[in-house]
């Protein structure tokens, strides 16, 4: 029992630190002449970044789950790095654990941890062979796996984590990934897709949950802060959507590299991605509003559908072009949240951060195309992590900017009972006035843009 709960401590502790504040809003934050601390408060308590690290790592295995079972049904040639990135998904939850209490400890996290990703592996191996006797063994093991987990999660929060609930939430997220797969080598991509999307949302839930589980547990140890604030929900779902962007558009460049037959169904879960903040503005300000600024964020996407393409007919001209238009982009989009923001999210740090997200984007790809596939899992996960830091400094400015949207919340008195978690409809509802508000400000200010480039 004692190195359960030790081991529990450990895993976030540990994460807490792989998000260092100081960097980000040095990266993203502080237009005004004011301190980083300004920036700081109330998007980068501890509390926040325990629940953001935890959303990182738990959305990104989520991700990477669904696309190592694709390439392992597929015998697609890049099967070994796609597996061995999700591993390495689970060996930073590892080599955070033994940062604090050693390999043993590290070890033991590392068995439990990776003994679902196995039954997994099982389970694509066994449908690729059209085992079902071997199908059936390994869906039996992962029952086995979700009351283990229950209990230790139980356990380790001394109850805060019912063994009841999180067997509930683990239900959910072995049916997702399970269903996820199935669709694809089904043929069904649509579905296929949105299981994927929701696998990945349900994790940012769990990472809600457990945030708040261990900073109730452990209080001190957080400077006694919340994880579940109106602003840190604003963070969180900025963390997701920006870091499944990152990991939906690497895919569906592939999907495009190879002609795949579910690139369409790629591709439309990217812009669906998209139509979450397009959503947010059209709820508040209409139609209207909500196109421009659709067009605006899906511009870049679209510069990378053409780069891909021109890639495919072996168009260096067209690949220029690709390019040039995304690094105009990049100078556009800067200045856009530069305005929006009023100036506390600088351009010249803007354009470094976008410069690297495309870098890092492109980089996949054309390593991908060139078969160095140890580069372009490294570059997918690099891009994943990436988007973390924008996300941290455009909450981090418009908590800034509207404070009153953004006030302290209560710890829950007791836990959510939704399984592994997940956010109220009342929590995000500051979230969308405010982001409506600054999309409406920054809307008006591309045009103005484009007036000048015109």
Do not use: C
């Not at 080599?95 to 043993?104: L, P, R, T």
């Not at 071997?134 to 987990?149: D, N, S, T």
């Not at 996949?364 to 400094?393: C, K, L």
């Amino acid at each position: 029992m004692m190195k359960m709960n030790k081991l529990m401590v450990a895993l976030p502790l540990s994460l807490s630190l792989l998000v260092p504040t100081a960097a980000l809003a040095d990266s993203h934050g502080g237009g005004h002449g004011e301190s980083t601390q300004q920036m700081e408060a109330p998007t980068a308590t501890k509390a926040a970044e325990l629940r953001i690290a935890l959303d990182t790592v738990l959305t990104e295995h989520a991700f990477l789950a669904v696309e190592a079972m694709r390439k392992g049904v597929d015998g697609a040639e890049d099967f070994d790095q796609a597996s061995g990135a999700l591993l390495a998904n689970a060996e930073d939850l590892k080599a955070a654990v033994a940062s604090v209490y050693g390999d043993e400890g590290a070890e033991q996290f590392d068995a439990i941890w990776q003994s679902h990703i196995g039954y997994f592996v099982d389970y694509v191996t066994a449908t690729a062979e059209g085992n079902e006797e071997g199908r059936e063994q390994a869906l039996a093991e992962l029952e086995e796996y979700k009351v283990e987990q229950a209990k230790f999660f139980d356990t380790a929060t001394e109850g805060r984590l019912s063994e009841e609930a999180v067997v509930e939430g683990l239900d959910v997220h072995v049916d997702q990934l399970i269903g996820a797969f199935d669709a694809y080598v089904e043929g069904d991509f649509e579905t296929a897709y949105e299981w994927e999307r929701e696998s990945i949302h349900h994790m940012s839930m769990f990472a809600e949950t457990l945030s708040i589980a261990i900073t109730d547990q452990f209080p001190e140890k957080f400077d006694n802060t919340n994880p579940d604030t109106p602003a840190v929900d604003l963070r969180a779902s900025l963390n997701t959507t920006f870091t499944e962007h990152a990991g939906l558009a690497a895919m569906a460049m592939q999907d495009g590299a190879d002609g795949a037959e579910s690139f369409d169904q790629a591709a439309g879960a990217l812009l669906a991605n998209a139509d979450d903040l397009s959503a947010a503005v059209g709820s508040v300000y209409g139609e209207e509003a909500g196109a421009q600024f659709e067009e605006t964020w899906k511009s870049h996407i679209g510069y990378f559908v053409d780069y891909v393409t021109a890639t495919g007919e072996g168009n260096e001209e067209g690949q220029e072009q690709a390019r040039a238009e995304l690094d105009q982009y990049i100078v556009d989009q800067a200045a856009f949240l530069e305005s929006a923001t009023e100036g506390r999210i600088p351009a010249d740090a803007l354009e470094e951060g976008l410069t690297a997200h495309v870098e890092q984007l492109l980089t996949a790809f054309d390593s991908y195309v060139a078969g160095d596939y140890e580069t372009a899992y490294a570059s997918i996960r690099e891009a994943y992590a990436h988007m973390t830091m924008p996300a941290a400094g455009l909450s981090a400015a418009i908590t800034d900017q509207f404070p009153e949207q953004f006030g302290e919340a209560e710890m829950p008195s007791e836990m959510p009972s939704t399984g592994m978690g997940g956010m109220s409809a009342n929590s995000t509802t500051p979230y969308l006035w405010a982001l409506a508000g600054l999309l409406l400000a920054a809307l008006i200010t591309t045009v103005a843009v484009r007036t000048r480039k015109q």
